[in-house]
């Protein structure tokens, strides 16, 4: 059974940064390679919103608006993990990350806290 792993959260102050990792285990034949990979958070009382997602091909990549510029997605396939690297974090930004594969398999998410 395929699990995503994601790690990298922590508190952090604002304008500070952190690089969250995900990585998958429990099946061998399963790559995050073949999958386009999204990167979601849900901050209390709030619903889970995209903040970011990269394709299995090309790479392409998508950031919401409310991250442009501060957030990037990257892979590395050799390493088979996605990392969203978050720069000049601010409080809003403070949540549950999840990373999700081809919008079937996620994590059990990781805690981003802002706040000085």
Known sequence: QVQLVEVGGGLVQPGGSLRLSCAASGSSGFSLDDYAIGWFRQAPGKEREGVSCISSGDGNTYYANSVKGR?????????????????????????????????????????VTVSS
């Not at 990392?83 to 994590?107: E, F, H, I, R």
């Open 71 to 111: 957030f990037t997605i990257s892979r590395n396939n050799a390493e088979k993990r996605v990392y969203l690297q978050m720069n000049s974090l601010k409080p809003d930004d403070s949540a549950v990350y999840y990373c999700n594969a081809g919008n079937t398999y996620w994590g059990q998410g990781t805690q």
